[in-house]
Nanobody, 119 residues
Framework: QVQLVESGGGLVQAGGSLRLSCAAS????????MSWYRQVPGKQRELVAA???????NYADSVKGRFTISGDIARSSVYLQMSSLKPEDTAVYYC?????????????WGQGTQVTVSS
């Protein structure tokens, strides 16, 4: 069973920064990709940033240039550095681990951490 534990959320003023952490119960290198998603009430969960085992990065257009995803294999952790935060970044942020095994995809999720950006 894979466990993902997020931390680092909180309340910040617009223009400020936060760093989210996601600690995995096993090596992040065992997954095909690690990602951060976010969700606001009444809306679908959306991809914010992703990093693959090969080092490829992908960002939502709305966060490009402001957010940076990174991984630390030794700590089995993934991070999301968020800068120049805007009120529209307010959401619950979820860590995701994606694994492809025998042509089937498996997704594992953390419990989420709240990020609130005040104007």
């Amino acid at each position: 069973q894979v466990q993902l534990v997020e931390s680092g959320g909180g309340l910040v003023q617009a223009g400020g920064s936060l760093r989210l952490s996601c600690a995995a119960s096993r090596s992040i290198f065992s997954f095909n990709a690690m990602s951060w998603y976010r969700q606001v009430p009444g809306k679908q969960r959306e991809l914010v940033a992703a990093i693959t085992t090969g080092g490829s990065l992908n960002y939502a257009d709305s966060v490009k240039g402001r957010f940076t995803i990174s991984g630390d294999i030794a700590r089995s952790s993934v991070y999301l550095q968020m800068s120049s935060l805007k009120p529209e970044d307010t959401a619950v942020y979820y860590c995701n681990a994606h694994l492809v095994q025998r042509y089937q995809g498996y997704d594992y999720w953390g419990q989420g951490t709240q990020v609130t950006v005040s104007s």
